[in-house]
């Protein structure tokens, strides 16, 4: 009965999927397509629902159960096994994808672009729904079905994070869909205004944040349960999932100046729709078994169809690109070249006046024979820009645009670098048939350099003022005094601790033994967070002790904490990279072990049993300083059931500025020997808190639905009130005062409003 159930819910899903993309492609009202998309999302959900029925009910009749699911395992992982195989990995995706499609169609209306976008999204839920039942359906029936099963992978059974890593992934891969959505849209309607620029920007900070948590709870999981010390090994799995993540990260900067402009550029558009393609390289390279991995799966039937769909969404998006860039780029030009509003006899613009001999008078007038007022637009006659959003030789004075284009381009080309490296031996594999591997020198040696221009960049951008070529050497001053101190203090060996057990753990200071690129990072980090500190303490003091209540400032204040979220990390990878210390040795009852600081005594082995597993455990008894500080039990475990090898669980003693970490490898119990590893991993615990800040200010900065429309809503309402005009009078174009309010989006980011007089004064 599940099997008969879930196959009808996913061709059920697939056909609704059909209805509402042709629904809103134009063939029927909005009220049926959304209809059939609440319809598709709702039979993905009960398929979903139907499998972990059959998982938590150990229905052995369902193939999917009979492979992944065991009577001995216990229920968390019973249910997180859902995602622990191909087929139910698809199962989950289905789900995650039309439940996006599902909340995109609430959305507002942002004109044609909603239905093509719609449209576009559900016919990628039609072909994952399809694809599901045709090439990796779980639940085809098994005739005999067995009295137990193997269980999940022993490696997806360990750690409580297997069942909160795979979904955020999938959710921001999958996130990623709307903005590709709505970029292909753009492209056919070969125009995309404000709200279409201020969706995407909102879905793709939102997707960031997904894929940020994931990946750092991903990276948590490698070094909790592999055993091997680390957290990133460059696996091409690991690879596809931090390629979207740069390429995400470069297009919100760029939807951010996009914005300010009021459309969409054709540069923006194909960073939008670079992620959604990205992210089904990786699940083509996850599922279809095209790679050797610890986190892909063996060879399926999935494989071609997941290439088909890929390739064929990489053909559309390109043709798409190559044939309507054109026709985006002309359509972002506004008559006469001002893209934001100008300035009065070639003054500095306040961004939104009205111009001299302008026919307009709604702020958005043209520049006339004057130097460019805010830095967004292409005066008449004049140098500035190419008027799609890119300053051509800064000849605009717009600093800060000119480095945020600079970081764009840095995080295209990391994106780029890690996809070389990562498809170059599958595709030597398929031209010639020869095995090659590119391993972790050659992405440290690429990705290093542009990582450590990344946060130069981060550090100064944002100081930079909006009509200002670069920032003034004050508001750089205690950033550059912060990062020189750090890189004193810690090359002259003055910071000590570095080989104690609360230090670093290394044999010795940054500056000697490691090269220069670590105490780079570290002086670097400090210059981000001087300057993060700066940015923060000026918007909180503009805005009084109320800064965080309010949504603009709000955002400011998240997008700030991202970037001291991405320079504590740096600082964290080059500690933990460079002064790792570790220890190796066969040790018998009663020997010791020495490892930065720390003094690892091996008292005993230790059996048990559990209902599905087998497990020897070495009882170490760690001494710190002389002082007893605990003990640690690292393990070898066994799943007869399910065939695999033994899996090593590492025991780790975390602290504030070191985790120790000791794993066994080989373990005598008949005269309890056994073979320990330990190593003092410096500043993991600032990784992980690190990405925790990144998310937070992520989510910080995601804008409040219906938040911008009640916003206007009231500054309407303060613009109708008699006293209003009396407190806030401005100059017409004749020079004679007329009340008048105008309300401009401030420089800062999308709905960052501020009140100020037409024509008047420049800022």
């Not at 599922?287 to 890929?310: D, E, K, N, Q, Y």
């Not at 005594?601 to 230790?606: F, K, M, N, S, T």
């Amino acid at each position: 009965m599940k099997c008969l159930l879930g196959t009808l819910a996913l061709w059920a899903g697939a056909a609704g999927s059909v209805v509402a993309a042709l629904a809103w492609a134009g063939l029927a009202g909005r009220r049926t397509a959304m209809a059939a998309t609440a319809a598709a999302s709702g039979c993905a959900a009960a398929a979903f629902a139907v499998l972990e029925w059959a998982l938590l009910t150990r229905d052995f009749q369902v193939g999917f159960v009979t492979r992944n699911g065991g009577r001995g395992v216990p229920s968390y992982y019973t249910f997180t096994s859902l995602w622990s195989a191909v087929e139910g990995s698809l199962v989950l995706w289905a789900l995650v994808l039309t439940g996006c499609a599902l909340v995109a169609g609430l959305g507002r209306d942002e004109g044609p672009h909603r239905r093509i976008a719609m449209a576009v999204l559900m016919t990628l839920c039609a072909c994952f729904l399809a694809l599901v039942p045709l090439a990796a359906n779980p639940f085809r029936e098994v005739a005999a079905p067995p009295a137990d099963g193997p269980g999940p992978n022993p490696l997806l059974r360990g750690h409580p994070l297997m069942g909160i890593h795979p979904p955020l992934l999938y959710l921001g891969y999958l996130a990623l869909a709307v903005p590709f959505a709505l970029g292909v849209a753009s492209l056919v309607a070969g125009h995309a205004g404000r709200p279409v620029v201020r969706a995407m920007r909102r879905w793709t900070l939102a997707a960031w944040a997904a894929l940020t948590a994931g990946i750092v709870l991903g990276a948590w999981w490698s070094y909790g349960v592999l055993g091997w010390g680390g957290y990133w090994e460059w696996d091409p799995v690991e690879n596809a999932s931090i390629v979207p993540w740069f390429t995400a990260t470069a297009s919100l900067h760029s939807l951010a100046v996009r914005d300010r402009h009021g459309s969409l550029g054709p540069w923006s558009a194909a960073l939008a729709t670079a992620g959604f393609p990205l992210a089904l390289l990786g699940t083509f390279l996850t599922r279809g078994g095209a790679v050797a991995s610890v986190h892909s799966f063996t060879r399926s039937a999935v494989g071609p169809p997941l290439l088909g769909i890929l390739t064929a969404t990489l053909i559309a998006t390109c043709g798409l690109l190559v044939w309507r860039a054109g026709r985006l780029r002309r359509a972002g030009e506004v008559p006469g070249g001002a893209g934001r509003g100008t300035a009065v006899g070639g003054a500095s613009g306040d961004g939104r006046g009205a111009s001299a001999g302008s026919a307009r008078g709604d702020g958005r007038g043209t520049l006339v024979g004057g130097a460019c007022g805010d830095g967004h637009g292409t005066p008449v006659g004049g140098a500035c820009g190419d008027g799609h959003g890119t300053p051509v030789g800064n000849a605009c004075g717009d600093g800060r645009g000119t480095l945020v284009g600079a970081g764009v381009a840095l995080l295209v080309t990391l994106a780029f670098t890690v996809l070389l490296g990562t498809l170059y031996p599958l595709v030597v594999k398929v031209l010639v048939g020869a095995d090659v591997s590119v391993g972790p020198p050659y992405f440290d040696r690429v990705t290093v350099p542009l990582a450590l221009a990344l946060l130069v960049l981060m550090a100064v951008a944002p100081l930079v003022p909006p009509n200002r070529a670069r920032p003034p050497l004050r508001r750089l001053a205690w950033p550059v005094a912060a990062g020189a101190a750090t890189v004193a203090t810690l090359g002259f060996g003055r910071f000590g601790g570095f080989g104690s057990p609360g230090g670093f753990g290394g044999s010795g200071g940054p500056g000697g033994g490691h090269g220069p690129l670590p105490l780079v990072a570290f002086g670097l980090g400090a210059f981000v967070l001087a300057a993060t500190a700066l940015r923060v303490r000026e918007v909180a003091g503009r805005h009084g002790p109320a800064a965080p209540v309010r949504a603009s400032v709000r955002r400011r204040l998240g997008g700030s904490a991202v970037h001291a979220g991405v320079a504590l990390a740096a600082v964290a990878i080059a500690g933990s990279s460079a002064y790792t210390h570790d220890a190796r040795g066969r040790l018998e009852p009663g020997d010791t072990l020495r490892a930065g600081g720390y003094v690892l005594r091996l008292d005993g082995v230790e059996r048990r049993r559990d209902a599905d597993a087998m497990s020897v455990a070495a009882r170490v008894s760690v001494f710190e300083d002389g002082r007893p500080a605990g003990t640690l039990r690292p393990s070898i475990t066994f799943y007869p059931a399910s065939g695999a090898p033994p899996v090593g669980v590492p025991a780790v003693r975390t602290g504030p500025l070191a985790d120790l970490y000791v794993t066994v490898s080989e373990v005598d119990p008949a005269d309890g020997t056994a073979v320990l590893r330990a190593a003092v991993n410096p500043l993991m615990a600032l990784l992980w808190t690190s990405g925790a800040v990144m998310v937070l200010g992520a989510l910080a900065a995601l804008p409040r639905p219906g938040a911008r429309r009640l916003r206007r809503s009231r500054q309407a309402r303060w613009a109708r009130r008699p006293w209003r005009a009396r407190w806030a009078p401005s100059a017409g174009i004749g020079g004679t005062e007329t009340p008048s309010v105008a309300v401009r989006e401030d420089p800062g980011g999308p709905g960052v409003d501020s009140r100020e007089t037409v024509g008047g004064p420049a800022r």
